[in-house]
């Protein structure tokens, strides 16, 4: 497996990571803990060090069960969790809305270090920017857990500009984490090259469009009523039957590539940016070894800038987000 350095950050990871959440949260019934266990271990075997969890997916549901996972392989892996949520610390309810309010950041790092059963956590990341407290409030809070060894890197999670250059003036931010890939391709116009001046890696969540661009969803899917994609306006039958048209192109590229749609839209992912390392999901182990064949997926110039103009040229129909989701996106 290739390695990948986020940033001037010196964090090391594979160039593809796993995004841990679907496991236990958000899209539909969580999976049986052994099952997922068994995957995680195989995804280390296959070479990835770098996986990502949050204390929201459950709620803590998820931490735990990468905690059990990686506890005989801990030193060998980058483990990334967030805080943000308002998530009663004594009950796990979630309130909804947001907390980061520092003495809420220090509660949640202590219960995350127990529920991953480590030591100290390589990336946090802030879930969501807070729009009630100050960003350098957020960011010195996280540095005060730098510097007493619970963390090692800061990140942030679909933070805006202004958000970014804040919180890196107070402790240097590792990596942003939001979401990117071709038919979500909004960080191109301000955030790419604002982590690039500022030597901030970039961790691309959803790299194949909550599962649409692998090819196995249509019109016709129907989603539980525990899966979120239930609600997201992009994935309402008519948004779907309107935006199989990206679906079609990367099927038509990966013929000719002997490969398939999800390997294009991951490969072509990696070749944007050396600093970026997309986190794709998944609970399935065909569909792990899938995905880490798009990181030795030759690509040429020519291919990336096909693929990059085709995509641009189709209209993708339907927000990314239900709108009580989208006003928790603080840009």
Same mark, same amino acid.
């Given at each position: ?200 890696? &970039? ?24 899966? &979120? ?103």
């Amino acid at each position: 497996m290739q390695q990948r350095t986020l940033g001037t950050s010196g964090l090391q990871v594979s160039a593809l990571g796993l995004g841990c959440m679907g496991m236990s949260f958000g899209y539909g019934q969580a999976h049986d803990p052994h099952e997922m266990i068994q995957l995680i271990r195989a995804a280390v075997e296959r070479g990835v060090t770098f996986f990502d969890t949050a204390e929201v997916y459950g709620p803590w549901a998820n931490e735990a069960l990468l905690g059990e996972a990686l506890e005989p392989v801990r030193d060998q892996v980058v483990i990334a969790t967030k805080f943000g949520f308002d998530i009663d610390q004594q009950t796990g309810q979630n309130r909804g809305g947001l907390n980061s309010q520092p003495a809420q950041i220090r509660q949640v790092v202590d219960a995350s270090l127990r529920r991953l059963r480590t030591d100290r956590i390589d990336l946090l990341y802030q879930h969501r920017v807070d729009p009630n407290v100050p960003m350098e409030d957020v960011a010195g809070a996280v540095k005060d857990l730098i510097a007493a060894g619970k963390v090692k890197h800061f990140g942030l999670s679909e933070a805006g500009v202004e958000a970014i250059r804040q919180a890196h003036a107070v402790q240097p931010v590792a990596a942003l984490q939001s979401e990117y890939s071709l038919w979500w391709r909004e960080p191109e116009q301000e955030i790419l090259p604002t982590l690039e001046e500022l030597g901030i890696g &970039f961790v691309p969540y959803s790299p194949l469009g909550k599962g649409f661009l692998t090819g196995k969803i249509d019109e016709n899917t129907q989603f539980d009523k525990t899966d &979120f994609r239930s609600t997201v306006p992009r994935f309402s039958p008519d948004a779907r039957q309107a935006n199989q048209a990206l679906v079609d192109l990367l099927g038509r590229i990966a013929q000719d590539k002997q490969a398939t749609p999800a390997q294009i839209a991951l490969a072509w992912l990696l070749a944007q940016k050396p600093w970026i390392a997309p986190i794709p999901g998944t609970t399935k182990l065909p569909r792990l070894e899938e995905n880490l064949g798009a990181v030795a997926l030759p690509l040429s110039a020519d291919d990336l800038r096909e693929i990059g103009q085709a995509a641009a040229r189709i209209p993708l129909v339907g927000a990314r987000y239900a709108e009580a989701q989208q006003k928790m996106i603080n840009r």
